[in-house]
């Protein structure tokens, strides 16, 4: 794979050409299917669905209906629904009948209410059961109850809702986190470590952290028109733990290009931290001005196509980002000591307050 590459700090500063090189392929869900490979669309969230009956029959139609829609597990009771939840969850959706012997359909999701409180709820009951089923919507035990016979259509609707509904409930849990972390952040928190790759040696082969010292350095107090931008490639971590790190140096190399494309090509990126890039820009624009660019780079990203053991999976690009004007610190240590923590840690910004 072809590595991005960029011009030298005294060629930034003497604003020429930008040298990057030749571009890189990126990936798409098009390219792989016409390459012939199924491309499976992968999310860092689990899409996995529960269906408990006491019916094995029922089970199995189920099973047939939605294999190769969802990610589907069974179980005939309450009691092992509640295993299953336990042994292979966290379920995105769980769907159970509401008459069953022992535990019923309404007691069972109450206790998924209790056990898995993100966990979406659905409730397929007969005509004789309404009363049941609108008690339990009532008490908040369900997201909804379908009626039997259920169409095909309608249940993968309701499905659809269901997972869509899950996503929204974690995606607004990781909000509130994030908030709470910038609001309070550790003492002892330092998730960016400093770059192991430098001079132009790691997979993306962009300029690392002595590169970005050398061009920053005589710019702080002085130049009013430099900004310092850094990138968080928030699931990279996740992609190397899941699936290696070949398919995590992939991601990195396919975000760093298209970063490297949306950028002017008078702009300079740089591998600041394993999970950091650094970006390091000239705008006669407000700061305002800046603030809205960076948002709109970062907010449509779109997905990449990994080559996982053979397999095409789809991932999403995301980014987190935050920016400071050089002018307005000394050095690089109290720049860097300004940023979220979430991209500088803190003991690396005390390190290179002797910069």
Same mark, same amino acid.
């Given at each position: ?31 792989? !299917? ?28 189920? =099973? ?41 359909? !309404?007691?069972?999701?109450?206790? +998924?209410? *209790? ?28 997201? =909804? ?29 990781? $909000?509130?986190? *994030?908030?709470?972390? +910038? ?48 990138? *968080? $490639? ?33 702009? =300079? ?13 000239? =705008? ?39 920016? *400071? ?18 991209? +500088? ?11």
């Amino acid at each position: 794979m072809e590595q991005v590459s960029a011009s030298s700090p005294a060629a930034w500063r003497a604003s020429a050409t930008s040298g990057t090189g030749p571009p890189l392929r990126l990936a798409s869900a098009s390219a792989s !299917a016409s390459g012939g490979k199924h491309c499976a669309q992968e999310s860092i969230v689990t899409g996995k669905v529960l269906f408990v009956d006491d019916e094995p029959l029922v089970l199995d139609a189920l =099973r047939r209906m939605l294999h190769d829609k969802f990610h589907i597990y069974t179980a005939n009771s309450g009691e092992k629904g509640l295993a299953s939840v336990e042994q292979n969850g966290p379920f995105a959706v769980v769907i159970s009948d509401m008459r069953m012997p022992g535990m019923n359909g !309404a007691e069972f999701l109450a206790r +998924i209410r *209790k056990d898995a409180p993100d966990t979406v709820r659905m409730l397929l009951t007969g005509f004789t059961d309404l009363d049941a089923a609108i008690a339990a919507v009532n008490e908040g035990n369900i997201f =909804r109850f379908l009626t039997k016979p259920c169409r095909k259509d309608e249940l993968v609707g309701a499905i659809n809702l269901g997972l869509a509904q899950y996503r929204s409930t974690l995606a607004e849990k990781e $909000l509130m986190k *994030k908030a709470q972390t +910038i609001e309070h952040p550790p003492a002892d928190w330092d998730p960016s470590e400093t770059c192991e790759w430098d001079n132009h040696l790691g997979p993306t082969g962009l300029p690392g952290p002595t590169q970005a010292r050398e061009l920053l350095a005589p710019l702080f107090g002085a130049d009013h028109q430099t900004y310092v931008i850094l990138f *968080k $490639l928030t699931v990279l971590e996740t992609i190397e733990e899941r699936y290696g790190e070949e398919a995590g140096a992939d991601y990195l190399i396919n975000a760093a290009q298209y970063l490297t494309q949306s950028l002017r090509s008078e702009d =300079r990126l740089f591998h600041w931290g394993r999970y950091v890039l650094m970006a390091v820009v000239r =705008r006669t624009v407000s700061p305002v001005a800046v603030r809205m660019e960076v948002a709109r780079l970062t907010s449509s990203p779109g997905d990449q196509v990994l080559d996982v053991r053979g397999r095409s999976i789809m991932v999403a690009t995301s980014i987190n980002s935050d920016f *400071k004007a050089v002018s307005q610190f000394s050095g690089l240590g109290e720049m860097l000591a300004a940023f979220d923590p979430q991209f +500088i840690g803190k003991s690396e910004a005390a390190a290179d307050h002797g910069h």
